[in-house]
């Protein structure tokens, strides 16, 4: 009987001692894998299986990824041969809602420069609103990165360039009507500076 009690004790002794050591392994190591993915998730108390919609989908949802916005959809952006060969290109999102994708701008640099593909073409240049207060010069300056003392040819140059995308006059009748103007200008006039 003593023998039976014996094997007895050991028998629950090597039950219980597995049954403690089963339980105790998600508690025990890589508990790293206990937090719940994604900030949202874990403020919600891990209930964010219904609306998972961003990049912890996969984790939270995997199903709901078929929901996501341009999950079926994709363009095809057709590249002049004037254009060819595009060496560099970026994708940036562009206004819209945080949650809408469907939104980017498109740029590239190509064999004419810089071009962006918008509503389905590509522009070569842009429009760009000019403040009461600026001149041409101070434009010129700042998106072609001119700061501080440059040659007065290579400034003169840049402005002609701008000069001739801009109007369909030449260089002389813009100074003729530059010198007009002028002329109806009063003395005492305090913007003159930047027409004079």
């Not at 039950?15 to 392994?25: L, P, S």
């Not at 916005?69 to 952006?77: A, F, G, I, M």
């Not at 994708?91 to 640099?109: M, N, Q, S, V």
């Amino acid at each position: 009987m003593r023998r039976l009690t014996g094997i007895f004790i050991l028998a629950l002794a090597i039950v219980t001692i597995g049954a403690n050591a089963y339980a105790q392994i998600s508690s025990a190591a890589v508990l790293f894998l206990r937090i719940a993915a994604g900030a949202r998730a874990a403020g919600m108390g891990e209930a964010y299986v219904a609306i998972a919609d961003d990049a912890t989908a996969t984790h939270w949802n995997p199903a709901g990824l078929g929901q996501y916005p341009l999950s079926d959809k994709w363009d095809e952006v057709a590249i002049p041969d004037s254009l060819r060969p595009i060496t560099k290109l970026a994708l940036f999102k562009g206004e819209g809602p945080e949650t809408d994708y469907r939104k980017f701008d498109i740029w590239a640099l190509s064999s004419r420069g810089l071009v962006r593909y918008s509503d389905g073409r590509w522009i070569r240049d842009d429009i760009i609103e000019t403040k009461s207060d600026q001149t041409a010069e101070s434009i010129v300056r700042k998106y072609a990165g001119l700061s501080g003392e440059i040659s007065e040819e290579k400034l003169k140059s840049l402005m002609d360039r701008v000069g001739e995308s801009n109007n369909s006059f030449p260089r002389e009748r813009l100074d003729t009507l530059q010198d007009l103007v002028s002329s109806f200008l009063a003395a005492d006039y305090a913007d003159s500076t930047g027409i004079r």
